[in-house]
């Protein structure tokens, strides 16, 4: 299994708190991506890194941001949360931007009242 | 518009029938690739096959197997002889330039 891991793996916060999400891997890989799974949605990505503090927003980012200061580690930041961004968030990361499948990690349950 | 179409929503079956999950897909790029993930009950997600856009050859792994089709830009999954342990949320994906998921087709396999 591909080593990701995230932080915390659930999480309730209110509405208005500012909340980040760890995404730890020990693959090397360059890519790492943010993603959020709801219901009849499948999953949609959020934000991307295509290296140490590159990064680029995916088709649901607003309301969230992200860095990248190492090679492994990828953080998402919802700035002030609100009920909408309740939801699970999976971390990925793959060896390329589009040839190669990506590898998951096991979720973060967020709820936010 | 959406890129990936899952149009099963949920599929019961008894265990030992053969379950076929439609996938089809829009694409503008002749390069691209094409994703089956499952999430079973516990919640994470399992990769399952990748197929590059010109390899249109058939595969199959064990029970699992998989009809790619680019005139009808179609990428079916079959799971033969249905197991309980293949309940899970079954998901198409395309990646051209991002990754995009289809919605997801939920299995279940009754004993």
């Known amino acids: 299994d591909a080593g990701i891991t995230q932080s915390p793996r659930h999480k309730v916060t209110e509405t208005g708190t500012p909340v980040t999400l760890r995404c730890h891997q020990t693959?090397?890989?360059?890519?790492m991506y943010w993603y959020r799974q709801d219901p009849g949605h499948g999953l949609r990505l959020i934000h991307y890194?295509?290296?140490?503090?590159?990064?680029d927003k995916g088709e649901v980012s607003d309301g969230y941001s992200v860095s990248r200061s190492k090679t492994e580690d990828f953080l998402l930041t919802l700035e002030s949360a609100t009920s909408s961004q309740t939801s699970v968030y999976f971390c990925a990361i793959s060896g390329e931007r589009t040839s190669r499948e990506q590898f998951f990690g096991p979720g973060t349950r967020l709820t936010v009242l | 518009a959406q890129k990936v179409t899952q149009a099963q929503t949920e599929i019961s079956v008894v265990e030992k029938e053969d379950v076929t999950l439609d996938c089809v897909y829009e694409?503008?790029?002749?390069?691209?690739?094409l994703f089956w993930y499952k999430q079973p009950p516990s919640g994470e997600l399992v990769f399952l096959i990748r197929?590059?856009?010109?390899?249109?050859q058939n595969e199959i792994s064990g029970r699992y197997s998989w009809n790619f089709q680019k005139s009808t830009s179609s990428f079916n999954f079959t799971i033969t002889a249905s197991q309980v342990v293949d309940s899970a949320v079954y998901f198409c994906?395309?990646?051209?330039?991002?990754?995009?998921f289809g919605a997801g087709t939920t299995v279940t396999v009754r004993a």
């Open positions: 694409t503008r790029d002749t390069t691209y690739y």
């Open positions: 994906a395309l990646n051209d330039y991002k990754l995009s």
């Open positions: 693959e090397n890989h360059r890519y």
């Open positions: 197929r590059n856009s010109f390899d249109e």
């Open positions: 890194s295509y290296g140490v503090k590159d990064t």
